[in-house]
């Protein structure tokens, strides 16, 4: 059996036992339930913070360096299979201390200096903790999968204590985000097995966002350089 076909039985539908561990993870309805919304919380503080930047950088650009952000939380169906694949127990411990990515946010940026931007602003926050960071940008994934990834821990405050969540934040540029996006598409298609042909025509295309990406941070550049001419020449002739 292909490696391909593998993948496409791996990411098949849910089993009966799949079935019946997330019927664990839901047996505790209520504690589960809150879990959710701690890390519903840490989202919105995520989201929060990034918005703020991207206020702060369009003051001080005259841009925004953000184009979206986006969020999500992992469904009970796909904690349980991941808990699976690590051999780990499915219920809440394992989920609040096995698992970095139940809270996960997407911020796509218009440029490549734009995600370093605001990853650096982001992490030099007091209240930030980096547990992990994945610079898939300088080095690409085999099948050319571009992004930032940062494992952090965000401060929500309720009524009666402080509770450090984690959330799992992706940093990408318009282009990778586009890439991303139609590669799962293309890749997870039911009834498809995904052939080496398909995977090096995909990689082409990563290559050729890549370029896209260094072109268009030239181009950026180029236009800070002119604008900064004009700038010196008015303030000459005032």
């Known amino acids: 059996m292909t490696e391909a076909a593998k993948q496409n039985i791996q990411n098949a539908e849910l089993t009966k036992a799949d079935m019946d561990m997330v019927a664990s993870l839901k047996a505790k309805s209520a504690e589960y339930a809150k879990i959710m919304a701690y890390y519903k919380c840490a989202i919105m503080e995520i989201e929060t913070k990034f918005n703020v930047l991207d206020q702060e950088f369009t003051l001080q650009y005259d841009r925004n360096p953000i184009n979206s952000v986006k969020s999500r939380l992992k469904s009970p169906e796909s904690i349980a299979k991941k808990l699976q694949r690590k051999g780990l127990p499915v219920n809440l411990e394992s989920v609040e201390g096995e698992l970095n990515d139940i809270a996960g946010v997407r911020v796509v940026c218009s440029f490549r200096d734009d995600v370093y931007m605001l990853a650096e602003a982001l992490l030099s926050q007091d209240d930030i903790t980096l547990i992990e960071k994945k610079d898939y940008i300088e ?66 295309c990563a290559e050729v966002s890549a370029a896209m990406d260094a072109g268009m941070d030239s181009l950026l550049q180029y236009v800070r350089e002119v604008s900064s001419e004009h700038k010196d020449e008015n303030i000459q002739s005032a």
């Open 139 to 204: 080095n690409p994934k085999p099948n050319g999968y571009r992004s930032l990834h940062l494992i952090v821990t965000v401060p929500i405050f309720l009524s009666q204590e402080k509770k450090q969540m984690k959330v799992e934040i992706q940093l990408r540029t318009i282009a990778m985000d586009f890439w991303a996006t139609l590669e799962h598409q293309l890749r997870y298609k039911k009834d498809v097995v995904f052939t080496l042909e398909m995977s090096e025509r995909l990689y082409q």
